[in-house]
């Protein structure tokens, strides 16, 4: 038996099969592809082949298997994670206060409101009552987080002193980190950093300004040689949301970086999604998307990450039954995009669920488990199905709930260009500085 998600291509003299089951890309000789087409022409594995291909396509789960049976498999998978209890995620905004005025952020004109005392008692009492938890991942979220840094390393401090597994992540403008803060991220437990800049100094100072509308530019980028000199050991991804009116800065900015040597710092393209469905019009649409990844590798010779699935099946802590985002006052969300609007609030710490319906919302709709043209797509065993506030919030609208990924409409085209990634940093003796 055959199974029906496999990809072979041939391109440039080149044979080429994918399997999603397994998520495995291999190259073929001319033999072994003829072998293979032979075989998907008659729809039955031929017994007389040369037995280092079967081995080699038994391995990676293009014969012998029971698709369903691996379909199967991967929905266990997913709902296991939703139901997992051993590890705890949760965002924590300390603040909903920023330094900042950037024109799309969904976050403004939210109220400047600081956790108290008796708030974040309440989130270490939370965080105790989950028993079975071994690990606690805590993602310092905002407003501006490092507005209530020391609310942060107290928070910090009585985790550690529960004696359970910990890790934490930060979404910062990095405008304001010190050598201090920097010095302190490896004991608060940081292992990474998302800072946003969107392109070079003009650009960028025009987009994403202080509220007094002074530049940042040179500050984020001070900070950066901190944490690179400081917290070494903090991986910082610098996302630049890439759009109409700056993607021509993308090359330039990576080079900046480049050029400045900081070993923990990654760039990163990122998009902001239309979840309103107005066509937002400085918003990259898929075909632009893909145009923008085609370019970077094909003129300027980058890696880039979506021509592959690099993370199968990893699904978004929305879905956690456990996870949740604690607001300043103890109010709870499901998302971060929802943070201070009262309408999406679900509980507080002090008082539990108030709004079941909002949650379960956020745990089963949309769901692309339940999704008949997910579960027919050749690339469900290791597509997530896309970001769960985007997909409710489409079908809330009446809009099609499937965002699928731009891979899928070209797939040979995109492994291709993996294929020639892989080649390039192979000759080249060097890994990809882009993940």
């Not at 003129?299 to 099946?313: I, Q, V």
């Amino acid at each position: 038996m055959l199974s029906k998600y496999n990809v072979l291509f041939d391109r440039e003299g080149k044979h080429l099969l994918y399997n999603s089951l397994s998520n495995s890309f291999v190259e073929l000789s001319d033999e072994m592809s003829d072998a293979l087409r032979n075989m998907i022409e008659r729809n039955e594995v031929d017994p007389n082949a040369d037995k280092d291909l079967l081995d080699m396509l038994r391995q990676i789960k293009a014969i012998d298997v029971d698709d369903e049976y691996e379909i199967r498999k991967v929905k266990f998978h997913v709902m296991n994670g939703r139901f997992d209890k051993t590890r705890l995620s949760v965002t924590i905004n300390p603040t909903l206060a920023c330094n900042f005025a950037c024109p799309y952020c969904f976050e403004k004109d939210k109220p400047q409101v600081f956790m108290t005392d008796n708030t974040e008692q309440a989130i270490v009492d939370f965080v105790g009552r989950h028993n079975g938890m071994t690990h606690l991942s805590v993602t310092w979220f905002g407003g501006e987080p490092l507005l209530g840094f020391e609310r942060i390393k107290s928070l910090t401090r009585r985790f550690l002193d529960m004696g359970i597994s910990y890790s934490a992540g930060m979404i910062t403008n990095g405008y304001l980190i010190t050598e201090e803060m920097a010095k302190s991220f490896e004991a608060l437990k940081i292992n990474s950093v998302q800072i946003t800049i969107d392109g070079m100094r003009e650009r960028h100072d025009s987009r994403r300004c202080l509220k007094n509308g002074g530049p940042t530019f040179d500050r984020i980028i001070e900070s950066l040689k901190l944490l690179s000199e400081h917290a070494p050991k903090t991986r910082v991804t610098v996302r630049i949301n890439v759009d109409e009116n700056n993607h021509t800065d993308y090359p330039a900015l990576k080079t900046y970086l480049a050029d400045l040597g900081l070993r923990n710092v990654f760039l990163s393209p990122g998009f902001t999604s239309d979840t309103t469905g107005t066509g937002y019009d400085c918003i990259f649409d898929k075909m632009k998307r893909h145009q923008f990844y085609v370019d970077m590798v094909r003129l300027h010779g980058y890696d880039t990450k979506p021509f592959f699935p690099m993370n199968p099946r990893s699904e978004c802590a929305v879905r956690n039954s456990a996870s949740c985002v604690i607001g300043p006052e103890g109010e709870l969300y499901k998302c971060w995009n929802d943070v201070g609007n009262p309408e999406k609030v679900y509980g507080n710490l002090k008082d539990g669920i108030s709004d079941q319906n909002l949650l379960m919302d956020y745990l089963t709709e949309a769901d692309p488990l339940e999704n008949e043209e997910c579960r027919e797509c050749l690339l469900f065993p290791v597509c997530n199905g896309g970001c769960p506030y985007d997909r409710i919030q489409r079908l809330q609208q009446g809009r099609p709930e499937n965002d699928c990924p731009i891979m899928k409409s070209g797939i040979e085209d995109y492994l291709w260009l993996h294929y020639n990634c892989l080649k390039q940093h192979a000759g080249s003796g060097k890994e990809s500085s882009e993940h």
